[in-house]
């Protein structure tokens, strides 16, 4: 089965950048889309970008034209840069596969273990 490594999270001061990272165990075939996600506290968790397999990205209202999602298929990586970082977000930030086992079957959801992002004035 699939696993989901992400790295480069970190505390940096507003303004700043990272670059998040989202590395999968093996070629996910049968691809359904590819996402991050983020969990601030005391909140519930929510979509920051999405790429789908129809080849659009799509972002939440509150990182567009700040974030970018990309990716590297000969990796099996994809990224999430984040740029003009606000205090607001501060968060645990997940990536996550949506794929089929089979083609045949729904798509599931597999998830990394989340990486924190801390933003400080």
């Known amino acids: 089965q699939v696993q989901l490594q992400e790295s480069g999270g970190g505390s940096v001061q507003a303004g700043g950048s990272l670059k998040l990272s989202c590395a999968a165990s093996?070629?996910?075939?049968?691809?359904?889309?590819l996402g991050w996600y983020r969990q601030a506290p005391g909140k519930e968790r929510e979509v920051v970008s999405i790429f789908r397999s129809n080849g659009t990205t799509s972002y939440s209202a509150s990182v567009k034209g700040r974030f970018t999602m990309s990716r590297d298929n000969a990796e099996n990586t994809f990224y999430l840069q984040m740029n003009s970082l606000k205090i607001e977000d501060t968060a645990v930030y997940y990536c996550?596969?949506?794929?089929?086992?089979?083609?045949?079957?729904?798509?599931?959801?597999?998830w990394g273990q989340g990486t924190q992002v801390t933003v400080s004035s």
């Open positions: 093996e070629f996910i075939r049968n691809r359904c889309a």
């Open positions: 996550a596969a949506d794929y089929k086992e089979f083609w045949f079957q729904s798509c599931q959801r597999k």
